[in-house]
């Protein structure tokens, strides 16, 4: 079945950059995306790429994928306090049809 | 259209009451989804609809649990016979058929506490 993996805690210097990795298990992916849920909201869409790209820029966000190994990054540049949230890796693909799979979630917390 | 509305926002019960949960999804939507998520966990996909058609259940959707969309507009999400380990926030989302791959729109939740 498919799964995506996280790590569950990242701690980053206000100004600093963060990266949260993610991995999954379905070869047949076909979207990936990243989820930002802030305390007691709903989930937002930050970003998604396509398994055909490996690559995508959105302001301070850089996602890359890496598709032979079935890994996905999130880089946040000049980390503020307002990016303390929870983020979520997702996939989407033949396997799990129309829905969406998410992990677990990483806590990313800003030092002063 | 303010996005997904999901109501209440919290909802406190005792074990063994049923409860039901609305999601009123963006209008344009015709497919909308209910996930659980619980505490630490990202959130997992309990079933969905495609207008008022319900086309995939999750093996976690017991059958005290039932969900339906009448009009193809609003759902409703029901939980009989509710157990502590029911306790969760239960999450809405909408898309667009055509467009379901470019990531859904979520409510804000309704987070159930079961006493």
């Known amino acids: 079945g498919e799964d995506v993996e996280q790590s569950l805690f990242l701690s980053v210097r206000e100004g600093d950059s963060s990266v949260i990795n993610c991995t999954y298990t379905?070869?047949?992916?076909?979207?990936l995306y990243w989820y930002k849920q802030e305390p007691g909201a709903g989930l937002q869409l930050l970003t998604y790429?396509?398994?055909?790209?490996d690559m995508k820029q959105d302001q301070r966000l850089t996602v890359l994928l890496n598709k032979k190994d079935k890994h996905l990054s999130l880089r946040i540049a000049d980390t503020q306090t307002g990016d303390s949230a929870i983020y979520f890796c997702?996939?989407?693909?033949?396997?799990?049809?129309?829905?969406?799979?998410f992990g677990s979630g990483t806590r990313l917390s800003i030092r002063p | 259209d303010t996005g997904v509305s999901q109501d209440p926002r919290h909802k406190i019960t005792k074990r063994g009451q049923n409860v039901t949960f609305r999601c009123d999804p963006i209008?344009?939507?015709?497919?909308l989804y209910w996930y659980r998520q619980t505490l630490g966990q990202g959130p997992e996909f309990l079933t969905y609809?495609?207008?008022?058609?319900?086309?995939?259940k999750s093996r976690l959707l017991s059958d005290r649990f039932s969900a339906e969309r009448p009009k193809g507009s609003f759902s409703t999400l029901e939980i009989q016979r509710t157990e502590q380990g029911d306790s969760a926030m239960y999450l809405c989302?909408?898309?667009?058929?055509?467009?379901?791959?470019?990531?859904?729109?979520f409510g804000s939740g309704t987070r159930l506490t079961v006493v």
């Open positions: 379905d070869s047949s992916s076909t979207y």
């Open positions: 997702a996939e989407s693909g033949y396997s799990s049809a129309s829905k969406i799979i």
């Open positions: 790429i396509f398994s055909n790209m």
């Open positions: 209008s344009e939507h015709n497919r």
């Open positions: 609809f495609q207008n008022e058609a319900q086309l995939e």
């Open positions: 989302a909408s898309s667009l058929s055509n467009r379901t791959l470019y990531g859904y729109t």
